[in-house]
């Protein structure tokens, strides 16, 4: 991190409610990357200018931070944004980036988007990556492909695309949120048993769109449900779990529901799937995945969003008061020392590639290591294909090896990837602004 004495000074704005538990911690952070593969090396000068095209139309993403007494507020940073061939990712937030927190670099045929999640979540990146790859295959190919869907010029800016659903406090029943946190004693991986990483591991693994929806829509399941339903079921069998629940965290957005659709910011919450040894037995893979779905449906309406909703508002808001960085600290890191209840499924939606679909080979979503250990299943479906990523903070591939004979028994076809460890670097925070 730049010295507090030169560090440029940048003026604060609004405060960050949204993306604020992203801040604390007894560890910095590390950077959010999507990786995207192309079939033809990458032409830097273009990228540069694509980057810049999208930027004209999203300038919110050339915000970084001020804090000020303990809290973090957007500022808007004129410095320019480099695109910059590196093999590696770039930490970001610092000197290197011009102190924005986000970065893009390519290495051959890869391009590499990195961003701090304070500043915005999976979903409120996505729409940089599908402006920047717009312009860019525009520019290389020299044609003016369809932007359907994709923010460019043709879509008029909207004050609502900066919402902060955080802002405004909320209020809640204590009730209704104690009835949140479901009472069944949670299973743990064992491998997560006092794991605090730091290094990552990858196990990749490609199924095409058709096979896996025609499996999933033939059960009356959804891929997230389904993929839910496949892992607990493996869990359940490699562990021979006999008490408890295992729980599938599904981290989901919450735009729909609290009238947010066009924001970029931290906008998310996540639905807790509990299965217990007995319907993972008993039930089929389909059978669990339906009743799964229709779990997830019945948390889909605006009550439960607002409910999930205000259990955050609620810790943010009463952050905001303690005085000083030391106590907002203490109570916004509570997280870091909860245990992540058995595995995370993330499904972070599809890129919208429009006509160059087939000029994308791989997405990879690659997410930072958490303190106390995870398994992070990471789904994601571009060009034809759901990517999907095991980045966990322990080296056995068991519960892969298991999902993949899982597969085989479900009579779906998938391609293995390349396996691969990876550690994203750390973001780079503002000091306390005093002056």
Not at 4 to 15: L, N, S, V
Not at 236 to 250: F, P
């Amino acid at each position: 991190m730049a010295k507090q004495d030169t560090y440029p000074r940048f003026e604060a704005k609004e405060w960050n409610a949204s993306g604020a538990f992203h801040f604390y911690g007894s560890h910095k952070p590390r950077s959010y990357i999507v990786e995207v593969l192309t079939a033809a090396p990458i032409r830097g000068e273009l990228l540069q200018q694509a980057l810049d095209k999208a930027l004209d139309r999203l300038p919110y993403y050339r915000s970084t931070f001020v804090r000020k007494s303990g809290l973090y507020y957007y500022a808007d940073n004129d410095l320019p944004v480099h695109v910059a061939e590196s093999e590696n990712a770039r930490s970001i937030g610092g000197k290197v980036t011009n102190y924005h927190m986000f970065d893009i670099t390519y290495y051959e045929n890869k391009i590499s988007f990195s961003m701090f999640h304070g500043l915005c979540d999976g979903l409120g990146l996505n729409r940089l990556i599908e402006s920047t790859l717009y312009h860019y295959f525009c520019l290389k190919d020299g044609k003016n492909y369809s932007d359907e869907g994709i923010y460019t010029n043709n879509i008029p800016f909207d004050p609502e695309e900066t919402i902060d659903v955080m802002e405004k406090k909320t209020d809640a029943d204590p009730k209704e949120l104690k009835a949140l946190v479901s009472k069944e004693k949670r299973f743990r991986l064992p491998e997560l048993q006092d794991n605090k990483g730091p290094q990552m591991y990858r196990y990749p693994v490609k199924i095409g769109t058709n096979a896996l929806l025609t499996w999933c829509k033939s059960q009356g399941a959804t891929p997230g449900s389904g993929l839910a339903a496949m892992l607990c079921q493996v869990i359940t069998k490699e562990c021979q779990v006999q008490e408890g629940v295992v729980m599938a965290v599904l981290p989901a957005s919450l735009r729909k529901f609290l009238h947010a659709e066009k924001t970029f910011k931290n906008c998310a919450s996540a639905y807790f799937l509990p299965a217990s040894p007995t319907e993972c037995d008993g039930m089929s893979t389909g059978e669990l995945g339906a009743k799964m779905r229709q779990d997830m449906k019945a948390m889909m309406d605006e009550s439960h969003a607002r409910l999930l909703s205000s259990s955050i508002n609620m810790i943010t808001h009463l952050g905001k008061k303690l005085p000083g960085h030391f106590l907002k600290n203490k109570l916004m890191a509570m997280s870091e020392n909860r245990p992540q209840d058995t595995f995370t499924l993330d499904y972070v939606g599809s890129l919208r590639t429009n006509d160059y679909s087939d000029q994308i080979k791989e997405v990879r979503y690659l997410n930072p290591d958490v303190y106390n250990g995870s398994m992070n299943v990471l789904l994601s479906e571009t060009a034809g294909s759901f990517h999907i990523n095991f980045n966990q903070t322990f080296e056995s591939d068991r519960y892969y090896t298991a999902f993949l004979n899982k597969l085989d028994e479900l009579g779906i076809p998938f391609e293995t990837m390349q396996k691969e460890t990876y550690l994203n670097p750390e973001v780079d925070l503002p000091p306390e602004q005093r002056r």
